[in-house]
């Protein structure tokens, strides 16, 4: 499983970006797929997490209220909606997966998850 991302770029404080996450030759319905990112100097985190069912979402406070992850089934991509972005959003952002358990406040496990390339995405004026 090999994770394609896009969408990234250079956005000013306040504004949005949806980023894109397709997998090639496979389904994704079939797993529950992660939004990550990681900051220079930073551990990975998670940002949030869909279902394989696409009836569960999680996010951490730090994102919640202003990222919306969701999931097309017949373009077969999963999406990440980010709103009110802030400086500190700044990072390469990634798709993981199978996220089943969903690593919220934890540092995630690199090597038990498929990842994609990443994204970048830099919030500044």
């Known amino acids: 499983l090999q994770f394609v991302e896009s969408g990234g770029g250079l956005v000013q404080p306040g504004g949005s970006l949806r980023l894109s996450c397709g997998a090639p030759g496979f389904n994704l319905d079939y797993y529950a797929v992660g939004w990550f990112r990681q900051a220079a100097g930073k551990e990975r985190e998670v940002v949030a997490c869909l279902s394989s069912g696409g009836d569960r979402t999680n996010y951490p406070d730090s994102v919640k209220g202003r990222f919306t992850i969701s999931r097309d089934s017949a373009k077969n991509i999963i999406y990440l909606q980010m709103n009110s972005l802030k400086p500190e959003d700044t990072a390469i952002y990634y798709c993981?997966?199978?996220?089943?358990?969903?690593?919220?406040?934890?540092?995630?496990?690199?090597?038990?998850?498929?990842w994609g390339q990443g994204t970048q995405v830099t919030v500044s004026s």
């Open positions: 993981g997966a199978p996220v089943d358990m969903c690593p919220l406040n934890t540092v995630p496990d690199i090597e038990r998850y498929y």
